[in-house]
């Protein structure tokens, strides 16, 4: 079965400072990988995902990953944060064959300081 | 804009009562799935649906039942609420054959049992 470890629980970050969320997974065949976003009274929302190819991945608000196979790592970085990327991130694995559900790891919670 | 509606924002039950949870999604999505979002513990997979009728248990399907009568709507049901069935409950869904590379979620729905 997969599971992913999200290392850090918070993660204080002063506003423009870059930010690195760890996330390692650990898994006996190939995996896909993902971050998913919620923002405060939001339902979740997908940030960036690893499927194939290229392992360093962009996604949106300028936030990118990198997939490390031999550490089986997926660690989420940005240079720059701003306030409003204070969230809860959660990275998130699966099977990369078939149709298999995602497994969640415990969440990690970004609070950007002005 | 895609959606998926969670019909209740905040519910309050008693202990014991039948709780239903519903789901509706407007996106045409075969695959839904049913989440539990505790502080600490990140999102833990109750039950999903890959199709009409069709219904698989997730990791923690204990106390719970769903019902999937048409494609749009995914409802989940407690039997006797109990305290610990306390929690933020979140619906998700994604389009078949597509390795669930893209789960979109709804708002949620804090249950709080008494």
């Known amino acids: 079965a997969q599971s992913v470890t999200q290392l850090d629980s918070q993660v204080p970050v002063f506003e423009e400072a870059p930010v690195e969320l760890r996330c390692n997974y650990s898994?006996?065949?190939?995996?896909?990988l993902f971050w998913y976003v919620q923002y405060p009274n939001q339902g979740l929302q997908l940030l960036l995902k690893?499927?194939?190819?290229?392992?360093l991945v962009k996604g949106i608000n300028g936030f990118e990953a990198e997939f490390n196979k031999s550490q089986t790592s997926f660690h989420l970085r940005k240079p720059s944060v701003h306030i409003s990327d204070t969230a809860e991130y959660f990275c998130?694995?699966?099977?990369?064959?078939?149709?298999?559900?995602?497994?969640f790891g415990k969440g990690t919670r970004l609070s950007v300081i002005a | 804009d895609v959606k998926v509606t969670q019909s209740s924002r905040y519910l309050v039950k008693r202990t014991g009562e039948k709780v239903f949870l519903e789901c509706v999604q407007d996106?045409?999505?075969?695959?839904m799935f049913w989440y539990r979002q505790d502080p600490g513990l990140g999102l833990r997979l109750i039950y999903f649906?890959?199709?009409?009728?069709?219904?698989e248990k997730g990791d923690i399907p204990e106390g719970y039942s769903v019902s999937r009568e048409k494609k749009e709507r995914f409802s989940l049901i407690l039997e006797s609420a109990s305290t610990n069935q306390t929690s933020m409950y979140l619906c998700?869904?994604?389009?078949?054959?597509?390795?669930?590379?893209?789960?979109?979620f709804g708002s949620g729905t804090q249950l709080s049992v008494l």
């Open positions: 998130a694995v699966t099977k990369g064959s078939g149709n298999t559900p995602l497994v």
């Open positions: 898994s006996s065949v190939s995996v896909y």
């Open positions: 690893y499927l194939s190819g290229s392992t």
């Open positions: 649906s890959y199709d009409v009728k069709m219904k």
């Open positions: 998700a869904s994604s389009s078949a054959g597509t390795v669930n590379e893209k789960l979109f």
């Open positions: 996106m045409d999505h075969e695959n």
